[in-house]
């Protein structure tokens, strides 16, 4: 079994990103910019923003946070998004999800400028990339692409089994992983809450893509021997023995999983830190992008 090690391959890509923007201040251009929009006091989005700023401040990338409370109105969050669009210094940004309910979330998403959606959440980012065009790839998929590739996990002509159709996650991993390309050339199947049967699905699966939030769900006798498992669930479990008052658990019972597994992401230090790592990427594209 081969652990698919997303915080070394995390650190590896930011190594990278970080020597692209050591060249761009040697020849005296300006760093990539990331600005991140968070509305409200959700625990775990105060959570991830932070992440990300920190990640922007360690690679020598400029951030923004812009912390509004959570009674903003949803003409005021599409006036900020107004303004970092036009905001020239800023190469790209994302909106935190959720939103508070009284925020249409689509009609934000769709007010962000394309060229600056290092989401990739943008109907425009979403329709190039299924269409294989040049786009942003939402981090977290991006990041199991990389994680994939890196490790050198041969998906040609596999049956991967996706569990879970977000729009974040689920659906575009699918589409992704049934992409002419390496990773790619899978023949996918995207399972969901309405599946019939998943465990047939399982079963049958040379890879299982796992975004359903459900804390080891998926367990031993639902894989084949061999099977490559991703997970990417990330569920905050109640413990009162740790510290944090809780532990955070993947969607996949790791310790029997992995015995049976070739490949599998530990939860946490899996996908998790791919996600992150991805979303600096996308903002060095943003800056390339934008200068060209
Ligand atoms: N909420 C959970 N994941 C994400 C993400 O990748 N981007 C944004 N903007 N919000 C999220």
Redesign the pocket.
């Known amino acids: 079994m081969t652990l698919l090690d997303g915080k070394q391959v995390s650190n590896d890509i930011k190594e990278e990103i970080k020597a692209e923007v050591d060249k761009m201040i040697s020849k005296g251009e300006r760093v990539p910019h990331l600005a991140a929009v968070l509305v409200g006091e959700d625990g775990a ?1 105060l959570t ?1 923003v932070g992440s990300k700023v920190r990640a922007c401040e360690r690679i020598g990338f400029d951030s923004t946070l812009v912390k509004l409370p959570a009674s903003t109105s949803e003409a005021d969050l599409l006036k900020t998004v107004e303004g970092l669009n036009n905001n020239d210094a800023i190469d790209g940004y ?5 939103l508070p309910k009284h925020i249409d979330e689509q009609k934000v998403l769709l007010a962000v400028d394309p060229d600056k959606d290092v ?1 990739g ?1 943008h109907p425009t980012n979403f329709g190039r990339m299924a269409l294989d065009m040049e786009s942003f790839i ?3 998929p991006y990041g199991i692409i990389e994680l994939l590739r890196r490790n050198n996990v041969d998906t040609q002509g596999k049956h991967t089994v996706v569990i879970g159709r977000s729009h ?1 996650v689920g659906r575009p991993m699918s589409i992704l992983m049934s992409q002419k390309g390496n990773p790619g050339n899978s023949t996918v199947t995207l399972t969901h809450s309405r599946t019939q049967n998943l465990e047939a699905y399982l079963r049958e699966a040379d890879i299982v893509i796992s975004a359903l939030g459900v804390p080891e769900f998926v367990k031993a006798d639902m894989v084949k021997d061999g099977v490559v498992i991703i997970d990417v669930g990330i569920t905050r479990v109640p413990d009162a023995s740790h510290p944090k008052g809780y532990v955070i658990k993947g969607d996949v019972a790791f310790d029997e999983v992995s015995k049976k597994a070739s490949f599998i992401t530990p939860v946490p230090g899996g996908v998790g830190p791919m ?1 992150i790592a991805m979303l600096l990427k996308n903002t060095l594209l943003a800056r390339e992008r934008r200068s060209n």
């Open positions: 989005s991830y994302i909106v935190q999800l959720p989401d959440f939402p981090a977290t974040i996600t």
